[in-house]
T-cell receptor, first 112, second 111 residues
Framework: SQTIHQWPATLVQPVGSPLSLECTVEGTSNPNLYWYRQAAGRGLQLLFYSVGIGQISSEVPQNLSASRPQDRQFILSSKKLLLSDSGFYLC???????????FGSGTRLTVV | TQLLEQSPQFLSIQEGENLTVYCNSSSVFSSLQWYRQEPGEGPVLLVTVVTGGEVKKLKRLTFQFGDARKDSSLHITAAQPGDTGLYLCAGERNYGQNFVFGPGTRLSVLP
């Protein structure tokens, strides 16, 4: 069966520090991979998605970047965090969007 | 403005009551999904509806896609505390595009 792992679960980082969140998927190949940010009352905002290794599409211009160095690995990064980067970050995967998105358990990021 | 609106934003009911939550848009969707999210976890898919007027049932949950494919509803019969969570709808504007999520309805079912 397929599983998705996302870590860390919580993270407190100072303003201006770098960020690296990692997501891996097991039990499937060539998945579509996604990074979302969830703010209270605004649902899920798609940040990046990838349909293959090295292929990254950005949905919203921001202080963040994403990379897909391996087929089942998706990384969300920042060189210098801003206070506004605080939020709940979710990684997700699917093969066919109509079969739904399978989400990781999320990372609660607090920038102080 | 959000592409998908959900109402009510919050709902608190007693165990055993029935409830309906709504997902609305001025746009037409190729398909629509409903998810439930518990605190500190990622959303979990409940259902996908594709055809206008389609009704799907999942135990005590009934999902309906509007005839014009612009809206959807989720009805829960005899709610239980285990139904507590954030209910999110997500719409597919055009086939193959990424789904857009609504802001959610936060449901609390009190024992």
């Amino acid at each position: 069966s397929q599983t998705i792992h996302q870590w860390p679960a919580t993270l407190v980082q100072p303003v201006g520090s770098p960020l690296s969140l990692e997501c891996t998927v097991e039990g499937t190949s060539n998945p579509n991979l996604y990074w979302y940010r969830q703010a209270a009352g605004r649902g899920l905002q798609l940040l990046f998605y990838s349909v293959g290794i090295g292929q990254i599409s950005s949905e919203v211009p921001q202080n963040l970047s994403a990379s897909r160095p391996q087929d089942r690995q998706f990384i969300l990064s920042s060189k210098k965090l801003l206070l506004s980067d605080s939020g709940f970050y979710l990684c997700a995967w699917n093969r066919d969007r109509r079969n739904g998105y399978t989400f990781g358990s999320g990372t609660r990021l607090t920038v102080v | 403005t959000q592409l998908l609106e959900q109402s009510p934003q919050f709902l608190s009911i007693q165990e055993g009551e029935n409830l309906t939550v709504y997902c609305n848009s001025s746009s037409v969707f190729s398909s629509l999904q409903w998810y439930r999210q518990e605190p500190g976890e990622g959303p979990v898919l409940l259902v996908t509806v594709v055809t206008g007027g389609e009704v799907k049932k999942l135990k005590r949950l009934t999902f309906q896609f509007g005839d014009a494919r612009k809206d959807s509803s989720l009805h829960i019969t005899a709610a239980q505390p285990g139904d507590t969570g954030l209910y999110l709808c997500a719409g597919e504007r055009n086939y193959g595009q990424n789904f857009v999520f609504g802001p959610g309805t936060r449901l609390s079912v009190l024992p």
